[in-house]
C-alpha cells in the first residue's frame, strides 16, 4: 500500500526527514517496505530556463526547420535549430540547455546534447507542454510570458509539486491503516509515545447543508445481513470534467491515473479516509430508486472492465427498479458509471458484510481498491462521515448542488466490544513491567476508551475501526506495538527446559533421508496441497468423490486437496524444463487428503521425480539417462539407511506407471515406483521419461519404530566371491535363485549378487543365462579351497534339483 508524506502531513503537521517516519512507521508495526520520490514533473523542469528568441530564420538545408538566436541569459545568445511552426522573434520560450534529461510520456528518459542538424549546429532545444510534462499540446512551441526575464529557471514559474511515497507492507489484519487517515492514527500515537504532541487535523464536514431537494432516490435494502449500513446523497447540476491539480498530484503519487473530477473524489476519500465510495449516473437510475438485494442466479451483468459475468445466488448487487447496477462491493456496471455527459450523481457510501464480498470478488476473479478494503472490515461508523466528505468535494470541484438529504439505512447499529484488560496479564505476556500511566496513555492515543480502573485492571471499549482488536492479548499487542518492541529489556540469563525426545520423531528421520538424497544430488520442492480436480480424471487410480473440496476458493485450479503428490511434482517438473532445466531430481515430503463416506483422512508421503541425464553434461562424462533401475538404487538405499527389512516386490497396479513395482514389508505397502505413463505426462506437456516413486511414509515411520537394532563386529578374516553361470528357464528370476542359495548355506553365504543377463539365439528356446556371484567368509578363521567348493558344490546340486539349472 502506498502512502504520500505530503497526504499524511495533511493530518500531522510533523517536519520530520522520510527516513526518521519511516523508521517509527516500521516500529510501529506498519513496515515501510520501500520509499520512493514523486515529482508531478518529471525531472522537475532541472536544467530549463526562459529564453527569448532574437532573431528567427529559415535553415538554409531544410524547408521546415527554423534557424533561430536565443538569450537565455548568459553572455552570448545560442544557435539552435527548431522545427516549431509557431516559433518567432520576440518570444520568451522555454529552453532544454545542453545536459538537461527531458522525459517522455512513458517514462523514457533522452539527454539534450550538441549536435548538427542539416549542417547547422544546435546548441540546446525550444521545447513545447509534452516534451516537459506540463501538458499534451505538441502543436507547437510553449510562448511564455513576455515580462519574464531571460535565464530564470522554468522550475520558478510553475507549480511543481514533490513528494516522498511510502511502500508499506500491511498485515492483513490492519483494516484500519488501509488509509492515510489510519496511518496518521498510528503515527500520532508513536509520535505520543515519543512525547511528541502535535494537533490531530481531520477533515471537517462542518459545512454540510442540503442546497434543495429536487432529486430523491428512495433506497431499499433487501438483505441487511449482508449490507448493515448504506447510505447516499444526490447532487445535481455538475459538470464533469478535469480534477484540480493538487488532487491529481496526491492521486498520482500513490500510483492512481485520474480520470473525471467526480471518479477522482470518490477515489481521493477512499484513500483519505479508508471509505470506498460508488458514484451513479442519477439518470440512469430507473424510478430512481435503489434496491440492495442479492442476484438472480445464472443472470447475466456486464462491468465496467467490459466483461460479462454469470451472477451468483450469493452475490450482493446494486440495482433499481429494472436491473443491477453494481455488484456491491467489488464492481460498477458498465452502464451506470459518470461520463462526460453526467449532470447528476447518486453517491454511495456502504458497509458490506466482509465475508459476501470476500467470496464474490474470488468467484469473480475481481480485486480493487474497494473490494480490498470492504473484504478486511471497513469502519461502519464512518460510512456517512465519508459520504459527507466526499459530496462536499463534488460540490466544491464539480459544482452543483446537495439535492436530497443523506439517506442513512442502519437499522441495527453495531455494538462496541467491550474488553477487561488486567495489569498481570499486561506485564506477563510483554515480559516487563509498564506503569498504569504508560498504558492509560498508550491506550488513549490509541483511541481506545478508558471506562474505569481498577487495582487489577481496566475496563476498556475497543473502537469500531478497529475490528481485529476483540480480546485481551489484542489489546496487549497493540500497547506492546505502540511501546516499542525495542524497548523491553532482556536479561542475560537464558532459560530453557529439555524434554526427552524419540530417535523415531518423524522430524529426525525426515532429515536424515532428505540430507542422504540431497548428498546424492537430489533438490527437496514444496508444492501446494491445493491442486486442480481435474487432475483424477488423468489416471483410474483416483476417484472424484473421493475429493475434498475448499469452500472458497481462491480459482478452479486450487479448488481440492491433492489426493496425490505426483501431480503438483510435474508441474514442478513442467515449470523447470520449460526454462531449459532438463535434467532434474526432486524429493517432498508431503501429506495427501482423502474424502470417504464416512470420515476424512490424510496420509503422511516422500516422493521422488527424476528426469533427464544422471549426470550433468561434461567433456569427460557419456551421456547416461536416468533409468528404472537408477530410482531403484535410490529406494533400496533409503530402506537400508532406515535399517528396515528386505522388502518383497511385486507388481505395481494402477495406471500411474507405464512399468512399475510396489515394495511391500509383511503386509505393509512401502513405495510403489516406476515410470510414469506417458498419457499423464502429455497432459503436463513434458516429452522426456518421468520416474516416479511415493514412499507411505507413515506405513515406514511404524516400521522403523518396530526395528531392533543389532550391532555385529567386522570380521577380521577375507571374503571369497566365486561365479556360477546357471542356464535357466526363462520364468525364473533372481529372487528365487537367492532365497535357494540362502536355504542351502546360512552360515557362510554372506551375498548373492546378479552381474549378468544373457538371451540370444545361442541358448535354447525358453533358457536364459544368468552370472551369479556369490561371497563367502567366515567370521573366526580363513575359508580353505575344501570348505569353498564343499559350499559351492551344494549350491550347484540345489540349483540343479530345485530349478533345472545348468552350469554353462
Known sequence: MKISYNWLKQFIQLDWDAEKTSALLTDLGLEVEGVEEFESVKGSLKGIVVGHVLSCEQHPNADRLKLTKVDIGSQEPLQIVCGAPNVATGQKVPVATIGTTLYTENGESWVIKKGKIRGEESFGMICAEDELGLGKGHEGIMVLDESLTPGTPCAELFEIVSDTVFEIGLTPNRADAMSHYGVARDLKAGLIQNDIHLEFITPSVSSFHVDNRTLRIDVDVKNKELCPRYCGITISGIKVGESPSWIKNRLEAIGITPKNNVVDITNYVLHELGQPLHAFDANMIASKKIVVKTAEPGSKFTTLDGVERELHAEDLMICDSEKPLCIAGVLGG?????????????????????????????????????????????????????????????????????????????????????????????????????????????????????????????????????????????????????????????????????????????????????????????????????????????????????????????????????????????????HNINRKSNDLKFFEFGKTYHQYADQREEHKHLSLLITGNIHKENWNTSEHKSDFFILKGVLDSIIERLGLKEPKASAAKGSIFSEGLLYKIGEENIVSFGVVDPKILKHFDIKQEVLYADFYWGNVIELVKEQDINFTSFSKYPGVRRDLALLIDQNINFDTIADIAYNCEKDLLKDVNLFDVYQGDKLPDGKKSYAVSFTLQDTNKTLTDKQIDKVMRKLQDSFEKQINAQLR
Open 334 to 574: 458498465v452502464n451506470s458509471g459518470v461520463t462526460e455527459r453526467t449532470t447528476a450523481v447518486f453517491l454511495e457510501s456502504a458497509y458490506f458484510n466482509p465475508v459476501s464480498v470476500r467470496k464474490t470478488a474470488k468467484r469473480h476473479a475481481i480485486n480493487t481498491d474497494a473490494s480490498f478494503r470492504f473484504e478486511r472490515g471497513i469502519d461502519i461508523n464512518s460510512t456517512k462521515y465519508a459520504l459527507l466528505r466526499a459530496a462536499l468535494l463534488i460540490r466544491e470541484i464539480a459544482g452543483g448542488t446537495l439535492s436530497s438529504d443523506a439517506e442513512d439505512f442502519y437499522p441495527k447499529k453495531f455494538e462496541d466490544f467491550q474488553v477487561f484488560l488486567t495489569f498481570e496479564k499486561v506485564n506477563s505476556l510483554i515480559g516487563q513491567n509498564l506503569s498504569t500511566d504508560t498504558i492509560k496513555s498508550i491506550l488513549s492515543s490509541l483511541d481506545i476508551k478508558i471506562n474505569n480502573v481498577t487495582e487489577t485492571g481496566i475496563g476498556l471499549t475497543i473502537p469500531s475501526f478497529r475490528v481485529d482488536v476483540q480480546r485481551e492479548v489484542d489489546v496487549i499487542e497493540e500497547i506492546l506495538r505502540i511501546y516499542g518492541y525495542n524497548n523491553i529489556e532482556f536479561t542475560k540469563k537464558l532459560n530453557a527446559s529439555i524434554a526427552p525426545t524419540s530417535k523415531f520423531e518423524d522430524y529426525k528421520i525426515q532429515n536424515a533421508i532428505a540430507n542422504q538424497l540431497a548428498s546424492n544430488g537430489f533438490y527437496e520442492i514444496m508444492t501446494n496441497s491445493l491442486t486442480s480436480p481435474a487432475y483424477v480424471e488423468l489416471t483410474e487410480d483416483f476417484k472424484e468423490e473421493h475429493n475434498i473440496n475448499i469452500l472458497n476458493p481462491l480459482s478452479r485450479e486450487l479448488s481440492v486437496m491433492r489426493q496425490s503428490m505426483l501431480f503438483s511434482g510435474l508441474e514442478a517438473i513442467h
